[in-house]
């Protein structure tokens, strides 16, 4: 038989014979053992596990939230700058050159379609053929960046719009990322 302080404190090491074990059904003794250990784990790291749990999951919504109003925002808005924009005019302004940035809005209805499209086949000539990614394109940049040294790129003028107007300029996986999700 167990004694009473083995009962309510498992975790303790087992100093009775193998019979005497074997008289408290397995189950009961997994149980036991298994629900004070989990209760001893949770009250040192739960707590804290929780915390950060829900820290994590409050930081991934708030920033969902921001991207989906910065869409928004652009979306009802002109944006007084990017910041492409602003990158620009640090790097400007850090070289000694002249910081100002200066832009004109143009209605769109202003501009004819022809000079439109030109400008998006310009720089996308698959433009009206995919739906923010042209995956031709991004194969190819694929397998051309495995031979060379020399890095190209195969952004969309979609991609580039996201880039250009909630992402920084330098090249990185996490910026690639972000670009694919504002696309979409």
């Known amino acids: 038989m167990l004694k ?4 309510t404190q498992p975790w303790l090491e087992w100093r009775g014979s193998y019979e005497s074990l074997t008289a408290i059904p ?3 003794f997994v149980s036991i053992y298994d629900r004070e250990l989990r209760r001893r784990f949770q009250s040192r790291t739960g707590p804290l596990r929780r915390r950060l749990g829900r820290l994590l999951l409050r930081a991934t919504l708030a920033l969902f939230l921001l991207s989906i109003a910065q869409v928004l925002y652009v979306r009802l808005f002109r944006p007084p700058m990017t910041l492409t924009m602003i990158s620009r005019g640090l790097d400007a302004w850090r070289d000694g050159k002249d910081a100002s940035i200066r832009w004109e809005w143009v209605e769109l209805e202003t501009v004819s379609r022809e000079l439109q499209r030109a400008v998006l086949v310009g720089e996308d000539d698959q433009f009206y053929q995919h739906h923010g990614f042209d995956v031709t394109q991004i194969r190819r940049a694929w397998e051309s960046n495995r031979a060379k040294r020399q890095i190209r790129g195969a952004s969309t003028i979609s991609q580039q719009t996201a880039r250009n107007l909630f992402l920084w300029q330098h090249r990185s996986w ?3 990322g972000l670009e694919a999700y504002y696309t979409v």
């Open 174 to 176: 996490l910026r690639k």
């Open 4 to 7: 009473a302080s083995q009962q």
């Open 26 to 28: 397995w189950i009961s």
